[in-house]
């Protein structure tokens, strides 16, 4: 049985750092990514990293302040996240799949305060 589990989420103040995790169990995959969903927003991509841990890409709003890397040891994916902004409050979804992002887990909610 496949399962993502997210953590590390909380309440910062702007400028604060947080670092996700999401621990995937029952198999490996070729790609993850992290999402967020803000309230009254729809879902939108933050960051992706592929098998090799090599390729990694970036929404434009978190470039220069967000990094995500990959554990193959432990399978796990995480996101650094630095000089956090207000804007950056929403929760946090890992998604992982081959092509696309198949299997989701259930959030971890960031708040940052102003």
């Known amino acids: 049985q496949v399962q993502l589990v997210e953590s590390g989420g909380g309440l910062v103040q702007a400028g604060g750092s947080l670092r996700l995790s999401c621990a995937a169990s029952g198999r490996t995959f070729s790609r993850y990514a992290w999402f967020r969903q803000a309230p009254g927003k729809e879902r939108e991509f933050v960051a992706s990293i592929r098998s090799s841990g090599t390729n990694t890409y970036y929404a434009d709003s978190v470039k220069g302040r967000f990094t995500i890397s990959r554990d193959n040891d432990r399978n796990t994916i995480y996101l650094e996240m630095n000089n956090l902004k207000p804007e950056d409050t929403a929760v946090y979804y890992c998604?992982?799949?081959?092509?696309?992002?198949?299997?989701w887990g259930q959030g971890t909610q960031v708040t940052v305060s102003s």
């Open positions: 998604g992982a799949g081959r092509s696309t992002y198949d299997y």
